[in-house]
């Protein structure tokens, strides 16, 4: 049957009009939601939330370090303790900026749609961190817990306002869960107990707070620093938890991506599908398109999924936007070529 594409979020073009148009000249009808593409500064995922934290007063006593158990890069991250003074049960922090940049991207999104440059029933995608994202990559271990409900409320409050603004019908809402699912599979500890079930009940807490209407995904990542995942998974078996336990404690979900790295066309990694049995409005994707091995290698992870999961759409294991621009065409025609076969 044919396929789906589905972008995850960065898609590392000049801007959002040229993701918009780049992307539904070359997708079509194969591609049912675009995101903006989190050009320029939202590039790096959550790096530049890194301004959020310095201009907050809860947070201080910055903390500066090159290296971080599990990443393959020396970049300096900033870490923040909480001010013992702040009771986070009333705290307010400031916009997290999440709502800002997608409300200027949906005038965009808008105005090419009514000009006939987007496909008329494509949704407007916004791919949003969850909470522990934030928490993880720039609060210190011993505050995690006791800053999260701060940023849980600035986080769901963002997605409040674009839901106020945003026709339910034309939007989509991704939460990217990579920490979480890191912490599952051996990577960066988490600040609770039990990895799985833990994340499982935060996921859904803000699965909820979608309203009725809008289409909702969850993206199961890795990582991506230097075009390489945090954890390698052994299989898909925690990726498969974390969906079981999702769609079936949440409001409707919509889809639910997993990566599949380049070199996993073994049946192994694809064998914990068999015990997936996703509700039926819950469509899976798998990231297992490489530009690197181009439509052949594409395939041959497909036919190895296909013994375990009959239906499924096509997508990157993570965002491109941190790729040459130059290569993204023809990574947008190798989706298209997939999706026709």
């Not at 997708?27 to 907050?56: H, K, M, N």
């Not at 923040?80 to 999440?98: K, S």
């Not at 000009?115 to 505050?143: K, Y």
Request: charged letters at 25%; a negative charge.
């Amino acid at each position: 049957m044919p396929r789906n594409a589905h972008l995850v979020g960065s898609v590392g073009l000049e801007d959002a009009a040229t993701v918009f148009r780049t992307v539904s000249e070359t997708l079509g009808d194969c591609c049912s939601r675009i995101p903006d593409g989190e050009t320029g500064a939202r590039g790096y995922w959550v790096r530049w939330q890194l301004q959020t934290f310095e201009a907050s007063p809860a947070f201080t006593s910055k903390v500066i370090t090159e290296t971080r158990d599990g990443f393959k890069d020396n970049l300096k991250r900033a870490f923040f303790n909480l001010d013992p003074a702040i009771d986070p049960t009333t705290y307010e922090m400031g916009d997290l900026g999440y709502a800002a940049a997608a409300l200027e991207s949906w005038g965009q999104f808008q105005k090419l749609q009514q000009a006939g440059d987007i496909a008329p029933a494509a949704r407007f995608q916004v791919s949003l961190p969850t909470p522990m994202a934030l928490l993880q990559s720039f609060i210190q271990p011993e505050d995690r817990l006791a800053a999260e409900p701060i940023v849980e409320r600035a986080m769901l409050r963002d997605l409040d306002t674009i839901q106020a603004t945003v026709p339910a019908e034309r939007l989509s809402i991704q939460w990217d869960v990579c920490f979480e699912i890191l912490g599952a599979d051996g990577g960066p500890p988490l600040p609770y107990a039990d990895a799985v079930d833990g994340s499982i009940e935060r996921v859904i807490r803000l699965c909820q707070r979608v309203a009725d209407g809008v289409d909702l995904g969850i993206h199961l990542c890795y990582g991506d620093p230097g075009h390489k995942h945090i954890v390698e998974p052994p299989d898909l078996r925690v990726s498969v938890a974390f969906a079981k336990g999702i769609a079936g404690g949440s409001r409707r979900i919509d889809f639910i991506h997993m990566p599949v790295p380049k070199d996993r066309a073994d049946d192994a990694y694809y064998a914990p599908l068999d015990g997936l049995a996703l509700p039926a409005e819950t469509s899976l994707i798998l990231g297992l398109v490489h530009l690197t091995d181009g439509v052949d290698g594409a395939r041959a992870r497909m036919a190895a999924a296909e013994k375990h999961v009959a239906n499924y759409d096509i997508a990157t294991e993570c965002g491109f936007g941190r790729r040459d621009p130059a290569t993204i065409p023809d990574l947008l025609k190798l989706h298209r070529a997939l999706c026709a076969a």
